[in-house]
């Protein structure tokens, strides 16, 4: 089965530390984004790659780092300079970035809790 | 900049009642409007969508159309069900593929 998968499905982190998402896709698409979700504020880019080796700043870059070695494989670093980082993290691919003309949709993965004790 | 605005949940009904959630959009140019659906604990999944003006997206008995004079996408069901319970997302996508999405609406259908 084609699709997206992240893990882990929760994480605990401690203050201080930093700590890796991974997300992993299947589905041969060129684009994958990284978005924040809090309750009450839908969801916020935190960063998007578009090819391999090459990735831009979202709205709410500040705090976290990718990496996009593989075309499969985009993980999100959440470092210890993010300040709130308690919240759900999704992850998300399509066929192509910036194509234009023709839609594109994004393929959404389950998600990672992340909890900050 | 681009922004979408939901109305506030939680929305509460009974089975088999009407559903309406509002949808209003700020965007240059002529996005494209999405409804995305949240059951607890996934991922989001695409709903619905419209491209252009006067389309009307539909799935799973929900409707919306893409009404450019008031800027909406409201999202409509004849009769929700119990399984409707969730959380669901306006979204716009910009010419760069890239999707604004509105604060979200939690809809509970009881029995």
């Known amino acids: 089965d084609g699709g997206i998968t992240q893990s882990p499905k929760y994480l605990f982190r401690k203050e201080g530390q930093n700590v890796t998402l991974s997300c992993e896709q299947n589905?041969?698409?060129?684009?994958m984004y990284w978005y924040r979700q809090d309750p009450g504020q839908g969801l916020r880019l935190i960063y998007y790659?578009?090819?391999?080796?090459?990735?831009q700043k979202g709205d709410i870059a500040e705090g976290y780092s990718v990496s996009r070695e593989k075309k499969e494989s985009f993980p999100l670093t959440v470092t210890s300079a993010q300040k709130n980082p308690t919240a759900f993290y999704l992850c998300a691919s399509s066929i192509g970035g910036t194509s234009g003309g023709g839609y594109n949709e994004q393929f959404f993965g389950p998600g990672t809790r992340l909890t900050v004790l | 900049g681009d922004s979408v605005t939901q109305m506030e949940g939680p929305v509460t009904l009974s089975e088999e009642a009407f559903l309406t959630i509002n949808c209003t959009y700020t965007a240059t140019g002529y996005p494209s409007l999405f409804w995305y659906v949240q059951y607890p604990g996934e991922g989001l999944q695409l709903l619905l969508k419209?491209?252009?003006?006067?389309d009307k997206g539909s799935n799973k008995g929900f409707e919306a159309t893409y009404r450019k004079e008031t800027t909406s996408f409201h999202l409509e069901k004849g009769s929700v069900q119990v399984s409707d319970s969730a959380v669901y997302f306006c979204a716009l996508r910009n010419a760069g593929n890239m999707l604004t999405f509105g604060g979200g609406t939690r809809l509970m259908v009881k029995p």
């Open positions: 589905l041969n698409h060129d684009a």
């Open positions: 790659s578009q090819i391999v080796n090459d990735f």
């Open positions: 419209a491209t252009k003006a006067d």
